[in-house]
């Protein structure tokens, strides 16, 4: 895992705003600085989330920004038997048990009460397929890149589900799968993430996987004190030029890499050129450590 492959993996389920590129500038930065790739995913693992159109848009948003990817974009609605082979695998090692249980019937619990981890507790009702985080590697404790160590009991965040009653595959195992299949060595991504890492970290652990390196940056919060999302209706990004030079600069800004102010008006490969040169992560650190005092290991 020497060679830098770093990527980008967002959630079709509607088009990308200003949140959305500061998170993909940083991980295409970060990818670029060190010489490596820079792959991109659509996480559309989840179909009735993900309006028809919405993945196209995300490829021209980024192309609009000169975000250009390498290699070819990997669809996670193309990768069922990946993810089957890993429960299987799951199953096999005594971490993977089926759920028949509700969300409502534990509603009064702070963390699921691993009712089912013995035997389903209500037989003949759909079952979703779980994760026993209290088997599994603990405590997970790991490096992040720009907020130091961390150390979590994944036992104390409750059994995450792995597949959804349903039948659709939740994120954490998705995600666990694709990053090792695609040899990603770096995950860049918002802090509102780092603590679905020690699922991922007890996932990879169990698997064999290799365990990536992680940098959480520090989220985009909107005028009402919310992080941007597509949930806060924050504004998609634009796709015209004359448009595109002075947000993708304030991308810049946001991440505290203080870019000259003419370079606002300069053409897109021209921020991204000087952005590349000068990236540094220790920019980041004020904002990071206010931020750090709102997630409790």
């Known amino acids: 895992m020497s060679a830098y492959r770093g990527r980008f993996a967002p959630t079709p389920s509607g088009p990308l705003h200003f949140g959305s590129l500061v998170a993909a500038l940083a991980s295409f930065l970060d990818a670029r600085r060190a010489g490596g790739e820079w792959r991109l995913r659509i996480e559309d693992v989840d179909p009735p989330r993900c309006p028809a159109g919405a993945a196209d848009t995300i490829l021209r948003q980024l192309e609009a920004f000169g975000l250009h990817w390498d290699g070819p974009v990997t669809w996670q609605h193309d990768r069922h038997d990946a993810y089957a082979a890993a429960l299987e695998r799951l199953r096999g090692l005594g971490l993977a048990y089926p759920c028949s249980c509700s969300r409502k019937q534990w509603r009064d619990y702070p963390i699921y009460p691993g009712w089912c981890r013995d035997g389903v507790r209500e037989p003949g009702k759909p079952v979703a397929w779980r994760l026993r985080s209290d088997l599994g590697l603990r405590p997970v404790v790991w490096e992040d890149r720009l907020f130091g160590e961390q150390r979590f009991d994944p036992a104390a965040l409750g059994d995450v589900v792995l597949r959804r009653k349903d039948g659709l ?123 750090a005092g709102s997630v409790t290991p």
């Open 169 to 291: 595959w939740a994120y954490q195992l998705a995600v666990v799968v694709d990053d090792a299949d695609q040899v990603t060595t770096d995950v860049v991504r918002g802090f509102d993430l780092l603590d679905n890492t020690p699922w991922q970290r007890q996932l990879q652990h169990a698997l064999g996987y290799p365990e990536p390196r992680y940098l959480h940056l520090p989220l985009i919060i909107g005028e009402d004190g919310q992080k941007l999302s597509k949930q806060n209706l924050a504004p998609a990004l634009p796709e015209q030029d004359d448009a595109v030079r002075p947000l993708l600069h304030a991308a810049l800004a946001a991440l505290d890499q203080a870019p000259p102010r003419e370079l606002a008006t300069a053409a897109v490969e021209e921020q991204l050129h000087w952005a590349v040169a000068h990236w540094e992560i220790a920019r980041l650190r004020a904002e990071a450590h206010r931020q």
